[in-house]
T-cell receptor, first 114, second 115 residues
């Protein structure tokens, strides 16, 4: 158990809908990263939050947004869903935002858009 | 090009053989290079990492080497076992848009160890 909790584990929804994925980082970790893992696409970085503030953006679509709350949990909102958004979404946390800090992954949320 | 490139995408070996996975990176400011193992249906887990102040690090049957000048690093697994079968990801800390460092991953190598 990494200490990073993601809910829900599985999500099936229809095209055009909106969903929210939730992540609770390890106790004491201030940095949260979101990654998308599609088949054969590796781990694509979406966005990073540190202590409540957005710190970096990757290849995140405009239809996607995220936030980190005062208790440091984070939510990833995906809207106007398309079939191609079906993927495994991982949250990872680390103590800080500096190099050399290990990122711990949650179990992921498998999103299926039908 | 991609920030972190990883080769090969698939590696098939016989039990007991060695396996080598290679990665290159683009950000000269990177100084932390972790390797993650992801078993089917599970989360990626750190198996070993290396920092730029060393050239090699070993942990039992796995080792990593780093060549900062050439910007490449490798994972070596000796005496492979069927339970080593998984997808392996290399990563480098790439400078993000806000100045923080983002663990940026290669596309992964699917290692298959045949008994």
């Amino acid at each position: 158990d990494s200490g990073v909790t993601q809910t829900p584990k599985h999500l099936i929804t229809a095209t055009g809908q909106r969903v929210t994925l939730r992540c609770s980082p390890r106790s004491g970790d201030l940095s949260v990263y979101w990654y998308q893992q599609s088949l054969d696409q590796g781990l694509q970085f979406l966005i990073q939050y540190y202590n409540g503030e957005e710190r970096a953006k990757g290849n995140i679509l405009e239809r996607f947004s995220a936030q980190q709350f005062p208790d440091l949990h984070s939510e990833l909102n995906l809207s106007s869903l398309e079939l191609g958004d079906s993927a495994l979404y991982f949250c990872a946390s680390s103590v800080g935002a500096l190099q050399g800090t290990e990122a711990f992954f949650g179990q992921g949320t498998r999103l299926t858009v039908v | 090009g991609e920030n972190v490139e990883q080769h090969p995408s698939t590696l098939s070996v016989q039990e007991g053989d060695s396996a080598v996975i290679k990665c290159t990176y683009s950000d000269s400011a990177s100084n932390y290079f972790p390797w993650y193992k992801q078993e089917l249906g599970k989360r990626p887990q750190l198996i070993i990492d290396i920092r730029s102040n060393v050239g090699e690090k070993k942990d039992q049957r796995i080792a990593v080497t780093l060549n900062k000048t050439a910007k490449h690093f490798s994972l070596h697994i000796t005496e492979t076992q069927p339970e080593d079968s998984a997808v392996y990801f290399c990563a480098a800390s790439i400078t993000g848009t806000g100045g923080s460092y983002i663990p940026t991953f290669g596309r992964g190598t699917s290692l298959i160890v045949h008994p």
